[in-house]
């Protein structure tokens, strides 16, 4: 059940039928407004949200948001890297009046401190590789970036604060399905479209950590922040950072200043014998056991051009909800802010009368996406973050 104002309730799949059938009229009164409906305001829903403001002048749409309670679950991964391509999308998206807070969350690199590049160490810190990025100053100047693939490192419960206002509304002419890789909305729409699962399971956690262990990292590291140690059974360590000390309260009685940094460590499924999806497993706040249980994610994708046709209707999906990526290369987050960005701009040919528009929006996007998919899978990627052992 969805809880849509007003203390009204009704089901996804009576949203779904509404939506889809095409003997029904959406709006008797051809000048109402069309309001669109965004399932789950992550970071792809959030900047079609925006998007979508933004362009009120040249189409303009009732915009609303349905959000989910947060819950243990969502605590991963703080820290995420936003390439050339998802800056040139988001600042595509939002307002300059919202542009203007994106420091918050994007804090400019720091020179001479930082390199926002990825380092790839053995276990004893030997660099196996560094791959070439462009040099940048800020957001503004990496989103000018057409070739490659650079990226600035970010924090993304900020950039999600930023960018989320909170709403909701009853009836909609177009349903965005942006609710992530367990999306209720892609089970009534592409119930078919099946989740490839590595058999990798991620542990993410955001920790404080102090300056005297920060500056032994960097003397294995660098100035790096994204660094990748490899492990000798299949598993993995990244840490992702900003060199950027956390703002410390006059009565902190921390000597020293503390770092924010994101922990990931992945290791093959097969070597963990509890089922960590388990409804039955309670989480308490208090036991940070309790708490990593339920932070272990699967590694997996969905490839969209997995099924062999593809309907396209008023229900819309975007990001995680229909092409989800693993994290090797980063392109998850990135991919779900230009799908926002395409579609905002397909939205522009809204008609009552024709949908044309979205089947344009998901030509682009299922073209774009699977390429990348397909990417993730090369077999110098799995040698490369040593997943290749999964497969002995």
């Known amino acids: 059940m969805i809880n849509i104002g007003n203390g009204k309730n009704l089901r996804l799949i009576d949203i779904l039928r509404y939506l889809q059938s095409p003997k029904k009229e959406l709006h008797k009164d051809k000048e109402k407004i069309p309001t669109i409906i965004i399932v789950s305001a992550v970071l792809g829903g959030l900047s079609l949200y925006h998007a979508l403001i933004k362009n009120k002048d040249k189409k303009e749409f009732n915009v609303k948001i349905f959000e989910r309670k947060t819950s243990p679950t969502d605590r991963w991964q703080d820290h995420i890297g936003l390439s050339n391509y998802g800056a040139q999308s988001l600042l595509n998206c939002v307002l300059s009046s919202i542009a203007s807070n994106l420091p918050k969350a994007i804090p400019n690199p720091i020179p001479d401190v930082e390199t926002h590049r990825i380092t790839i160490t053995d276990q004893i810190g030997n660099v196996l ?46 349903l965005v399905g942006a609710d992530g890789i367990n999306s209720p909305i892609r089970k ?32 294995i590291h660098g100035n790096f922040l994204v660094r990748k140690t490899l492990g000798t059974k299949g598993d993995s360590t990244l840490m992702m950072t900003r060199l950027i000390p956390i703002k410390q309260e006059q009565n902190d009685e921390k000597s020293e200043p503390h770092y924010r940094v994101t922990l990931v460590y992945s290791y093959p499924s097969k070597l963990d014998n509890v089922d960590v ?49 693993n994290p090797i290369l980063g392109l998850g987050a990135n991919n779900a802010i ?52 999964l497969a002995l």
């Not at 650079?150 to 900020?158: F, H, V």
């Not at 950039?159 to 009853?170: A, C, G, M, N, W």
């Not at 699967?298 to 990526?325: C, E, Q």
């Not at 030509?363 to 040698?383: C, F, G, Q, Y």
């Open 129 to 174: 590789l560094t791959p070439p990025t462009k040099p940048f100053k800020d957001v503004y100047e990496i989103a000018k970036i057409s070739r490659g693939l650079s990226s600035i490192i970010i924090y993304r419960n900020i950039l999600r604060d930023v960018l989320l206002e909170d709403d909701s509304q009853e009836f909609c002419n177009i």
């Open 188 to 219: 009534q729409k592409l119930p078919e479209l099946q989740i490839i699962d590595y058999g990798i399971t991620h542990v993410s956690a955001d920790v404080s950590i102090p300056q005297h262990l920060m500056d032994k990292a960097n003397k």
């Open 277 to 325: 999806e388990s409804d039955k497993v309670k989480v308490d706040d208090n036991d940070p056991a309790s708490v990593i249980e339920h932070v272990k994610r699967m590694m997996r994708d969905i490839d969209p051009m997995s099924i062999k046709s593809w309907t396209s209707s008023r229900v819309v999906l975007l990001g995680d909800a229909v092409h989800v990526m």
């Open 338 to 389: 230009q799908d926002a960005d395409k579609l905002s701009q397909a939205l522009l040919k809204y008609t009552d009368s024709n949908i044309s528009f979205i089947e344009e929006y998901e030509k682009e996007m299922l073209k774009r996406t699977s390429a990348d998919v397909l990417k993730l899978e090369l077999p110098h990627l799995r040698l490369l973050f040593h997943l290749d052992l």
